[in-house]
């Protein structure tokens, strides 16, 4: 009966379409598999999904690009932060919301958003979730949502990316590495109400509260109060770096006396010479003088229901 089908057919709600680009190089594990398992899990009767992986840096711009002007209601990036990055920049001010499947070698703003580290587990969140408005940040118009910075951690991506393994462990031993190498340099910071001259080893503009692997270096910030969490560390002598440590994944090192927390919608940095700033973990060079500001409630997230 092709009448009756037909009517059916229009009873049914519509699947929400939804693309998953997936990074073929972020973290350690394989993922040519990653569209059976997805597929296995996510609820069909939800969502027609389609899947893509990047062939190059940026590659996920120009996708999620394609899929914002088709309708899609979101784009899922499953990889770490550098991916979400590339995601998200195309998502911002739309109406398609990013979801993340976190595959990378830190995840830091899956983290903070609670996404679990299980592929299966972090697609039942998919399937049981809502939208939320959250910021995001510009360097120099160039948009971040986690974190970015200057100093150690900056260093310490740079070198990180010049490497032939990714993970974890390839990245702690960048860490041990760079300690002894890398020198605090000298910064200006001017803002609303700021006007600080410092010495820092390591200087976080957070939007997020981790760097990722719940390193939490700014515990207290929020995606969703329109504001920057400034943490600088001014010095990292040897016999401080047990108890930073602890600090930094118990979420206490706001607390440190080598600490020093701003919170702020826009700041002006200057420094002494260019240098290398990471964006999300992704390492660039910026000049001498650069502006970070926060962008309000300018990019949709799918998050688990709370209810």
């Known amino acids: 009966m092709p009448g009756l089908n037909c009517f059916l057919t229009l009873l049914l709600p519509m699947k929400k379409k939804i693309a998953f680009i997936i990074n073929p190089i972020s973290g350690n594990n394989p993922k040519k598999d990653l569209p059976r398992i997805i597929t296995k899990h996510l609820d069909a009767s939800v969502f027609d999904a389609e899947f893509f992986f990047t062939e190059y840096r940026l590659h996920g711009r120009t996708l999620t690009e394609q899929f914002v002007k088709s309708g899609y209601y979101a784009v899922v990036a ?41 592929v299966k587990r972090a697609i039942e969140h998919l399937n049981h979730s809502e939208t939320i408005l959250m910021d995001y940040g510009l360097v120099n118009e160039q948009p971040f949502f986690c974190t970015c910075g200057t100093g150690f951690d900056a260093y310490v991506s740079t070198e990180f990316a010049k490497g032939k393994h990714r993970g974890i462990r390839t990245y702690l031993e960048n860490i041990i590495k760079g300690f002894f190498k890398y020198k605090p340099e000298h910064y200006h910071l001017q803002g609303d109400g700021i006007d600080l001259k410092v010495k820092a080893f390591i200087l976080t503009f957070a939007n997020a509260s981790q760097w990722g692997n719940n390193a939490y270096i700014a515990p207290q910030a929020s995606v969703q109060d329109g504001k920057m969490d400034i943490s600088i560390l001014s010095n ?34 200057y420094r002494n010479a260019p240098g290398p700033f990471h964006y999300d973990g992704e390492p660039y060079e910026e000049g001498k003088k650069i502006t970070i500001k926060m962008v309000p409630d300018g990019l949709r997230v799918l998050v688990k229901k709370r209810f």
């Open 78 to 118: 499953v990889g770490g932060d550098g991916t979400v990055n590339e995601v998200a920049h195309s998502l911002r001010h739309t109406d398609t919301a990013l979801g993340i499947i976190p595959a990378g070698s830190g995840n830091g703003l899956a983290r903070h958003l609670k996404i679990p580290m299980n």
């Open 236 to 269: 990292l002598p040897l016999i401080s770096i047990p108890s930073l440590a602890i600090q930094l994944f118990t979420k206490t090192i706001d607390k440190d006396f080598l600490m020093t927390t701003l919170r702020t919608e826009s700041v002006k940095l």
